[in-house]
């Protein structure tokens, strides 16, 4: 029984390092889909209600913000990054300022970029197109 138990322990312990692993790399991919369907609703909406809206990335809060004339200082809906994602500032890392985009309705959006980093490494960049209003979601290789 006790080599039963100690072989049992040791393919527990050669295998948790990839099982973590694996567990961020499908964390990361669910926040990029988060991203990607948050800015496109925040789009919608503006389209759809017709009033203009400011998107709020804010890398030292780790989240992002919608923020409208009727909401005025409090976001009108929020998307926190969940334990482990972060959001990548201007120069790669996370404690940057926040970048601000403004949507006006019947306009061209904005080319916007948000660059998410799991705490193994991985990172996944989502781009809005500014002409056709699509997300693209793309893998970086390289770590920073």
């Not at 006790?2 to 295998?15: D, F, Q, T």
């Not at 926190?80 to 949507?103: S, T, V, Y």
Request: aromatic content about 4%; proline content about 8%; cysteine-free.
């Amino acid at each position: 029984m006790l080599i039963v138990v100690s072989i049992i322990a040791a393919i527990a312990s050669i295998s948790f390092p990839a099982l973590t692993a694996g567990l961020a790399g499908v964390r990361l991919a669910s926040s990029a889909g988060s991203v990607a369907s948050f800015l496109t609703s925040s789009m919608n909406n503006v389209d759809r209600r017709e009033q203009p809206a400011a998107i709020v990335i804010d890398p030292k809060e780790n989240r992002l913000a919608v923020y409208t004339a009727a909401s005025k200082d409090t976001p009108q809906s929020t998307l926190e990054m969940p334990p482990g994602i972060f959001i990548e500032g201007k120069e790669g890392k996370e404690g940057d300022d926040p970048r601000r985009f403004l949507l006006f309705p019947g306009g061209s959006f904005p080319h916007i970029s948000v660059i998410l980093r799991s705490e193994k490494g991985g990172r996944r960049s989502i781009e809005i197109d500014p002409v056709t209003a699509v997300p693209k979601i793309q893998r970086i290789d390289g770590v920073r």
